[in-house]
């Protein structure tokens, strides 16, 4: 009897220890969140067990703060000693709150004042993704393509630099990510005929250290004598230059608008560069490189190592830089360090994150524009049937805000399931010839959405990563444009477009409680150790996005082919939620 | 006297259908945005003063030629992929009685020339400005302010041929 109580006790008590070792997903939690994907392996995973299936139910409302702002909020705030910090869409401010006195009162508020013309250059709404805490000083970038560092302590200004240029279409709203001493940020405007780029900037003095751009000579990219890719479609001389007709790799696209997860026991980032640019495919034939592509680069130098292409010659906006979640799995009766990509086009990859080879990439949204992945070339198996062009294409899943777009997804190692928040679209499109105007959209293409089959025009999934299959599903009237967070107590949160905030059970997807914020919730929940030492629950509500648009930005429905199309599967948005942000804090009474 | 009916119908047709017809062969280009101001003045007058509104009329108006070359060059210059086919997006809708600069002639060829503050490209010195007319009568049009005799009834292109839009309640085939 008693031997019996203490040897699993024992082996309870070493097995954490042994895995957290090992395992990159298994990192330790502190309590805050100083990041937007929480850790460089971008699980969303927090480790806080005082909220649980037993007592979720009785959450409540802790206290809330109006950002005065109307456009689509989409950031994860971030906690750090005692404080939140906000980052607002376009104009940029960053709010800090005090946590250690009642109600949370502003501590102060930073107005890096980006220029309105911004506004003209960002496709989906002028959204922010967060901010990255290192070292005293909070790091995001502003609408207008600057990046800034801001002192934690004081909110007083410490470095800005200017990356872009809003009249070549650049703008910036990703989330960046410090990694060896740079802040590594990449630019947006996919949309705009960019040439996209991701830089590393010295976290202490903000100087550019390095620049790769997507497109263009190696030199440019930065691939030299390093950089091993897994296949042969990606080796080659300047394929960023041959793999486009003309001169046209220059407003290419391939922008890193997105998530960055960092390796520190390889030493590597981990991205993806956005969607090829125009979106009329006719104008640019050849695989287009190195678009709708995943890259492994050194934080420090920039250099690529490797690099796997999702989608060669994008024909749907299919752009590659939705999150990578680091993991290390048991696939095929061994332990791999892989990263899983739920991508645009509808596909879960597994890859491994060494090397760039894809384990599996099985769809977790339905999708008919492909019909697999060539596991000996790597490529993907288009449907020729669904291809886009001068032509009406038809019926054609997932649209082009994908399975998913950005919205992040979440990885419990409690669980091994990855949670992911996502569309159920589809579309039709009609080319035409896109015109090149620096600082003007270089589209090309009439979309217009609709629900895929059956209806629901979002899901939120549990998605086994060993056995590539869906586990459980939750539909959702609306795409699941929030991201997700999952507990050690198994609870998972997000929230929906109408405006709910979510517990599910992270086992079986059963909802434990939800709550009604003031607008649709299209941001990034996070949860922290309060100073009083409780586990809250934090969200900005405030709808807007791509998604969001046809309220956010008073769109006329009459145009189904506004706001890229998404217009049309969303005219009913306006019937169920207004627009307005808020910070939504949650605790336990 | 069927003659003379014949004759009135013509003489009728040709002179209604005159201005619809009208072709501008070397359009002259208006100078209104470099001798005035036309944006949209306030309602709010200090003292009860008279301000009156600058009123110019477009030249193409009513002429079925210039709107559709309007709506050629709307594409032409990328205002759709901003402002879509009159619902918006990154710009705000055209289609709408609630302008934020004035929606008359006049204030529009003004925003279109200078731009705005938050976004809107300033065109002036860019677009010919008998074609920023063209455009100025193609916007009117979509907000129903040009003749029907002079606007296309329907156009060929998915985003205004209702009949194909799928509806929302799962269009795709599995």
């Known amino acids: 009897m008693r031997t019996s109580r203490y040897i699993p006790t024992w082996i309870v008590l070493l097995l954490p220890v042994l895995s957290a070792y090992a395992q990159i997903q298994n990192q330790p939690d502190d309590g805050q969140w100083t990041m937007a994907a929480k850790n460089y392996a971008s699980t969303r995973f927090s480790a806080l067990d005082q909220i649980n299936s037993g007592n979720v139910r009785n959450l409540k409302l802790a206290w809330t703060f109006s950002t005065g702002l109307t456009h689509g909020h989409e950031a994860a705030p971030l906690i750090v000693n005692n404080t939140i910090y906000i980052v607002t869409p376009w104009p940029n401010y960053l709010y800090a709150l005090d946590l250690s006195k009642p109600g949370a009162p502003m501590k102060w508020v930073y107005e890096p004042d980006p220029t309105p013309a911004a506004q003209g250059v960002a496709c989906c709404d002028v959204v922010n ?112 230059v041959k793999t486009w007709p003309g001169e046209t790799w220059k407003i290419g696209g391939g922008t890193g608008w997105s998530w960055i997860s960092y390796d520190p026991d390889l030493d590597l980032i981990y991205y993806g560069t956005s969607n090829p640019g125009p979106w009329n495919p006719e104008q640019r034939p050849g695989d287009n490189k190195w678009t709708s592509t995943l890259f492994a680069r050194r934080p420090e130098t920039g250099e690529a190592i490797w690099a796997y292409q999702f989608n060669p010659h994008d024909d749907h906006d299919y752009d590659a830089v939705n999150e990578n979640i680091l993991l290390d799995l048991n696939i095929g009766g061994r332990s791999r360090k892989v990263l899983a990509h739920p991508d645009r086009n509808g596909r879960m990859y597994i890859l491994d994150r060494t090397n760039g080879e894809v384990l599996s990439a099985e769809p977790f949204a339905y999708q008919n524009t492909s019909e697999g992945v060539d596991l000996k070339t790597g490529r993907l198996k288009v449907n020729p049937n669904k291809a886009s062009g001068y032509k009406t294409l038809r019926d054609a899943c997932p649209a082009p805000p994908g399975g998913k777009d950005w919205q992040p997804s979440a990885y419990s190692p409690k669980t091994g399931l990855i949670y992911i928040p996502h569309n159920n679209l589809c579309y039709e499109s009609q080319g035409v010839r896109a015109n090149y105007i ?72 059963k909802l434990l409680w939800q709550f009604k914020t003031g607008s649709g919730i299209i941001g990034q929940p996070v949860t922290y150790k309060g100073p009083d030492g409780k586990q809250y629950v934090a969200v900005l509500s405030g709808v807007g996005g791509w998604a969001g648009t046809v309220v956010a930005g008073g769109i006329n429905t009459v145009d189904g082919t506004a706001a890229l199309g998404f217009t049309n599967a969303m005219t009913d948005l306006g019937k169920y939620t207004t627009k307005g942000g808020t910070l939504y804090v949650f605790s336990l009474p | 006297m069927r003659t003379l009916c014949i004759f009135g119908v013509c003489f009728f047709v040709v002179f209604t259908s005159c201005q619809r017809e009208k072709r501008d062969l070397r359009p002259v280009p208006t100078r209104l945005a470099i001798y005035s101001d036309a944006a949209r003045q306030s309602p709010l007058r200090p003292g009860g003063a008279e301000q009156p509104q600058l009123r110019v009329t477009n030249p193409y108006n009513g002429s079925a030629y210039d709107i559709a070359e309007g709506e050629r060059l709307y594409e032409w210059y990328n205002c759709s992929g901003c402002h879509s086919h009159g619902g918006g997006g990154i710009g705000p809708p055209l289609i709408k009685t609630d302008w934020i600069y004035g929606g008359e002639p006049e204030n529009l060829f003004d925003t279109i020339v200078k731009g705005r503050p938050n976004g809107m490209p300033s065109w002036g010195g860019r677009i010919p400005e008998y074609q920023i007319w063209q455009i100025v009568a193609f916007i009117r049009s979509m907000n129903g302010q040009q003749p029907r005799s002079a ?24």
Request: net charge positive; glycine share 14%; hydrophobic share 40%.
């Open chain 1, 129 to 240: 993704r967060g901010a990255a805490y290192y070292n005293g000083k909070i790091y995001y970038n502003t609408l207008d393509a600057q990046t800034v560092a801001v002192d934690a302590n004081t909110g007083k200004e410490i470095w800005k630099t200017k990356l872009g240029d809003i009249n070549l279409g650049e703008s910036m709203t990703m989330a960046p990510i410090v990694a060896k001493g740079k802040v590594i940020a990449g630019n947006s405007g996919g949309e705009f005929g960019v040439r996209g780029w991701m830089a590393g900037l010295d976290a202490d003095t903000g100087k550019i250290a390095w620049r790769a751009y997507a497109t263009g000579p190696d030199s440019d990219v930065l691939i030299g004598s390093n950089f091993k890719p897994f296949y042969q479609a990606a080796r080659g001389k300047d394929l960023g």
């Open chain 1, 438 to 509: 620096s600082g003007t959209p270089f589209v090309g293409m009439n979309v217009r959405m609709y629900a895929g089959p059956g209806g629901n025009r979002g899901a939120f999934s549990a998605w086994d990563p060993v056995k590539a299959k869906t586990l459980w599903e939750v539909k959702e009237m609306f795409p699941a444009w929030s991201g997700a967070l999952v507990t050690a107590t198994n609870i998972v949160f997000y929230g929906t477009m109408d405006g709910w905030f979510k517990a599910l059970d992270a086992t079986n997807g």
């Open chain 2, 151 to 174: 606007t296309a009834s329907r156009a060929d292109t998915i985003e205004q041929n209702p009949q194909t839009i799928q509806n929302r309640t799962g269009g795709a085939t599995k």
